[in-house]
């Protein structure tokens, strides 16, 4: 994609999902919400709630991306540990927020007890990102923007964390489903479309192997510029039906 | 967990995960397949379609855990790079293997076009993974598995991978379903249980906040002594009767 465009990463902290108990959706939530900004998401992690280990993958992905985005780890309880190793990451303390000490005052009143209070400690440097669903909140600190593990809580930070990070040139995407054909028959014909023009990556995912209904193949044309997506899909469009493969927009 | 139990990383491969147009669902059946063989996933990683970005991740997980585990890229199509990436990341060639040349010139007859014979092309040294779906084979080489992404195939490649494995100790979890209250309500709690019993892992997972339904925290007590799992479930079952708090087996 082009040079000017940001970059991202994902680290998703938490046990449940390695051991399989949790199917994961916030990178799919994610990854949705950066393409929609134009933000290029080069990798995710899956990790443990253990902190060398989310100090050492934050440290390798935050150097090496424009923005990390991480989910999980910042409830009241023992296994919540991601700010201390947030903090520990960028060589900060981490001190109670007095703005986060006041939203969760208010919440919880007489029920403000030292567990919940753990939730008020940020790193050294953080601001808050706002969690409209329980009021707990999030951080930012550097490119980094720690988000809770439930989904609905962190879809809604998202809406928090949009206004700070600098957009690119969003890329379009075009889907033709292939019928009746497997990959293998149409990937000359992707091959040459591919080298004709680099600009723009064409991907193809086959569909219904195995199964009884209708097998086929979505060929998906991703760029930045629309007029080079839409002029690539309709000369691949038109190579399909003189191939006579048959071939329609998704 | 012991020192005795394999562990293992897995590493997702595709554009289409990263920017959203696919749920990867792959990471929680492999998860769920460990679990039961008693290897700990400890990590896993999502990347996309670039060799380069293919061959530093698999060589930095196959180091460091002793399965890896890698899922799509292996069809017939030009961004179809995983046997390539893993050649190269082995450092060894990449020929035609003469069983895969056969499984694949039986499935495709005339039909067997040059496309279609890339996938017969196994890193050297390798051995293929049966795929009873649409046969085009998945390899093995060293301790990396490479599966199809398709996640039909992908499940249906594991029962020809999981005799290969060295299996470990079986985590063992229980669920306690509490409701009407809160994690910060039970953090203190929770916090002396995982104190006095050192060996079990003590989870908290929130659900039901900022729905109407009802909300409360399961908490998942695992460890690989069953009998320590059962007593440090039962002890937790009456730590929340004495504390008032509604709680029952998931």
Same mark, same amino acid.
């Given at each position: 994609?082009?040079?000017?465009?940001?970059?991202?990463?994902?680290?998703?902290?938490?046990?449940?999902?390695?051991?399989?108990?949790?199917?994961?959706?916030?990178?799919?939530?994610?990854?949705?919400?950066?393409?929609?900004?134009?933000?290029?998401?080069?990798?995710?992690?899956?990790?443990?709630?253990?902190?060398?280990?989310?100090?050492?993958?934050?440290?390798?992905?935050?150097?090496?991306?424009?923005?990390?985005?991480?989910?999980?780890?910042?409830?009241?309880?023992?296994?919540?540990?991601?700010?201390?190793?947030?903090?520990?990451?960028?060589?900060?303390?981490?001190?109670?927020?007095?703005?986060?000490?006041?939203?969760?005052?208010?919440?919880?009143?007489?029920?403000?007890?030292?567990?919940?209070?753990?939730?008020?400690?940020?790193?050294?440097?953080?601001?808050?990102?706002?969690?409209?669903?329980?009021?707990?909140?999030?951080?930012?600190?550097?490119?980094?923007?720690?988000?809770?593990?439930?989904?609905?809580?962190?879809?809604?930070?998202?809406?928090?964390?949009?206004?700070?990070?600098?957009?690119?040139? @969003?890329?379009?995407?075009?889907?033709? +489903? &292939?019928?009746?054909?497997? %990959? =293998?028959?149409? *990937?000359? !014909?992707?091959? $040459?479309?591919?080298?004709?023009?680099?600009?723009?990556?064409?991907?193809?995912?086959?569909?219904?192997?195995?199964?009884?209904?209708?097998?086929?193949?979505?060929?998906? @044309?991703?760029?930045?510029?629309?007029? +080079? &997506?839409?002029?690539?899909? %309709? =000369?691949?469009? *038109?190579? !399909?039906?003189? $191939?006579?493969?048959?071939?329609?927009?998704?």
């Amino acid at each position: 994609m082009t040079e000017s465009s940001p970059t991202a990463a994902v680290l998703i902290i938490g046990d449940e999902v390695l051991s399989g108990r949790t199917q994961d959706t916030n990178l799919n939530t994610i990854a949705r919400f950066l393409a929609a900004l134009g933000i290029d998401l080069e990798e995710a992690r899956t990790i443990g709630d253990r902190k060398d280990q989310i100090v050492d993958s934050l440290n390798a992905l935050r150097t090496s991306h424009d923005y990390v985005f991480t989910t999980g780890g910042i409830g009241p309880t023992h296994d919540d540990i991601t700010a201390d190793a947030v903090a520990t990451a960028f060589g900060v303390a981490l001190p109670e927020h007095p703005d986060a000490v006041a939203i969760l005052a208010r919440r919880y009143g007489d029920d403000f007890n030292a567990a919940r209070r753990r939730m008020a400690r940020i790193p050294e440097g953080g601001t808050l990102i706002a969690n409209p669903v329980t009021d707990a909140p999030g951080f930012q600190i550097g490119n980094v923007f720690v988000m809770a593990g439930v989904p609905k809580i962190m879809t809604a930070m998202l809406e928090d964390v949009a206004p700070r990070l600098r957009t690119g040139a @969003v890329v379009h995407a075009r889907t033709i +489903r &292939v019928t009746g054909v497997g %990959e =293998g028959a149409i *990937a000359d !014909l992707l091959t $040459a479309a591919a080298r004709a023009e680099r600009e723009i990556s064409f991907g193809s995912y086959p569909f219904g192997h195995g199964s009884v209904g209708e097998m086929g193949t979505h060929l998906v @044309v991703r760029g930045r510029d629309v007029a +080079r &997506v839409e002029a690539a899909t %309709e =000369g691949l469009l *038109a190579e !399909l039906a003189a $191939a006579g493969i048959e071939a329609s927009l998704a």
